[in-house]
């Protein structure tokens, strides 16, 4: 990010390759709706471009990153309400209809994954975002306090809540441990 | 330590998120509490359960706009480092040469201020001065000379105030019939019949600042006040009609005219956008932008199928330029391009169908791109989108 406040457009591009898909992947969960994640997705590095000249390490760049795609995703949902469309939590149908699997998934894994979908489209939506802020952006729980807006201890025990009700919920869909296989690469390292 | 905080400490154990002391301590306890073990391996569990699912591959298509508008900010970044530097010579300058330019104003007007009241209101008396001859070497007060000494201030006047945007010279076009005092537009001015003389003669003395020019005897008299008046002076035709500042420099006589293209370089550009050729709006904006003296900005609109995204370009002064818009229109997905003069009417609309990625951008037809801001105050970034054209 320092590179490119410098002006080197090289580096955002390296930026927009690093953390587009994972931004893009984290709004689609949260919006449940794809195409409102596209807009989205490309107005939160717009965002970034405006927003980079007075950039200041205060944070890490994925904190204030996931801030921007978090409130972009909020305020939306209230507009959307506002419009009477469907809300934050509205069913997953958007989240579903991504029926590509991935081609380097074994035939079990794209099995499992629409039900994981479905688990976490079922979240309540503040339980939702915790989750996915931790477990695919890789936030720390302090930094999603920061995100979020709200103490750590909610955020932990929201993480909590969100871990228990997928576990009961891929139960109810028969999702063990060993339909999970191996790990997809961009969770690896969170 | 309460049952909810050392889940806490448990959730934090599970995500790596505890020094190794006290990692280590939460692990010793949990060995030992049957509970805690179980809650740990369960977090761990439903973790390694839902890693399976992958990313979201984000699409490609809005790449590109992502990196052209990165480098639309890195070049304005780029020109904005300059300015730390050079800010303090350049606001010494601005003061500088705003300072004398104020002097200089004060000095010139110090004269007409100073003149009967019937004087300072008889500009259309002394467009009405007799036809131009050159005044005999006379002492001051005589009345070629005041002829003369009146016109002067005007003539730097009308060097000047093409300098001034374009917007900033419609309202002096306005004021030109309080001046003349005449109820007419200054344009139509010079195609009046001469009135007789005589309110010349009684002006009085002109400053000394004016006097001492050198070569004012020999020019010859220079009746028109504004500027607007000097094409008659050469060729009185009857041209109601605002002239481009290019025809009014020609014809001018040579010292106002070297004049102004002297002391104000702006003024082509500016009183272009006067009656610019619509032609003339896209070969500026092309000069702008290859120039990088463009700023622009870019929306994007979601949910709004008639505008995805906009891009407006305002070129130094705040102005609207350009403003492109993408969306679905008529049913196809266009890009919409809008070229504004700097009178801020539209100029040019040129239109690129999206579904043939070799067609290249061309005028578009009347009534092919519906919701085109006809004007540039609509075509603002921060005007409601267009969702529905």
């Known amino acids: 990010m320092r590179r490119f406040q410098a002006g080197d457009v090289r580096a955002f591009e390296v930026l927009v390759r690093r953390h587009r898909t994972p931004v893009f992947s984290f709004l689609v969960r949260l919006t449940a709706d794809r195409a409102r994640a596209e807009d989205l997705c490309q107005e939160v590095f717009l965002k970034v471009v405006k927003a980079s000249a007075g950039w200041a390490e205060r944070a890490r760049f994925q904190t204030w990153l996931y801030a921007i795609a978090r409130n972009l995703a909020v305020d939306e949902s209230r507009r959307a309400a506002f419009r009477r469309a469907e809300p934050l939590d509205a069913p997953a149908a958007a989240a579903q209809a991504s029926d590509d699997p991935a081609p380097d998934r074994s035939a079990a894994a794209a099995l499992v994954r629409p039900k994981l979908e479905a688990a976490l489209a079922a979240l309540p939506p503040e339980q939702r975002e915790v989750f996915l802020l931790r477990e695919h952006a890789g936030l720390r729980f302090a930094e999603i306090a920061e995100v979020t807006g709200t103490p750590e201890n909610t955020v932990k025990s929201r993480m909590r809540y969100a871990l228990e009700a997928l576990r009961t919920r891929l139960e109810a869909l028969g999702v063990g441990p060993e339909d999970a296989g191996a790990p997809p690469v961009g969770s690896a390292a969170r | ?389």
């Open chain 2, 1 to 389: 330590m309460s049952q909810d905080a050392f889940q806490d400490r448990l959730l934090d154990l599970a995500y790596g998120e505890l020094s190794p002391r006290e990692a280590r301590e939460v692990e010793a306890h949990a060995a030992s509490c049957p509970a805690c073990r179980a809650e740990l391996a369960r977090i761990r569990e439903t973790r390694r359960i839902m890693a399976a699912l992958p990313d979201e591959p984000a699409p490609e298509a809005g790449e590109r706009l992502l990196l052209a508008a990165a480098r639309e900010a890195a070049r304005a970044r780029r020109r904005a480092p300059l300015l730390p530097r050079w800010g303090w010579a350049l606001s010494f300058a601005a003061t500088l040469a705003v300072v004398g330019a104020v002097s200089y104003r004060i000095l010139e007007m110090r004269g007409p201020a100073e003149r009967a009241e019937t004087a300072l209101m008889g500009n259309g008396a002394y467009q009405a001065a007799p036809a131009p001859e050159a005044p005999p070497p006379a002492p001051a007060g005589g009345s070629p000379e005041a002829e003369h000494r009146r016109e002067a201030p005007s003539a730097d006047h009308r060097a000047e105030r093409p300098a001034v945007p374009p917007r900033a010279a419609a309202p002096a076009a306005k004021a030109a019939p309080h001046e003349l005092g005449q109820g007419e537009r200054g344009e139509a001015a010079f195609a009046r019949p001469p009135p007789p003389s005589g309110a010349i003669a009684a002006a009085p003395a002109a400053p000394p600042s004016e006097a001492k020019r050198p070569g004012a005897p020999a020019t010859p008299p220079e009746p028109a006040p504004r500027e607007d008046v000097a094409p008659a002076e050469a060729a009185p035709p009857p041209a109601p009609a605002p002239a481009p500042a290019q025809s009014k420099a020609a014809t001018a006589p040579p010292r106002a005219a070297a004049r102004l293209h002297a002391t104000a370089p702006a003024v082509d550009a500016g009183a272009d956008a006067q009656g610019a050729p619509q032609a003339d709006a896209l070969a500026s904006y092309g000069f702008l932008r290859s120039a990088g003296r463009l700023r622009g900005e870019i929306r994007t609109f979601t949910n709004c199928p008639g505008e995805a995204w906009r891009k407006v370009e305002t070129d130094p002064d705040g102005r609207v330029v350009a403003y492109v818009r993408e969306g679905t229109i008529g049913g196809r997905r266009l890009r919409v391009e809008a070229i504004y003069g700097a009178d801020g009417r539209l100029a040019r609309t040129r239109v690129r169908d999206l579904a043939d990625a070799a067609a290249p951008l061309r005028d578009a037809r009347p009534g092919e791109a519906p919701g085109t801001p006809e004007d540039a105050a609509a075509a603002t970034a921060d005007a409601p989108p267009r969702c529905g054209d």
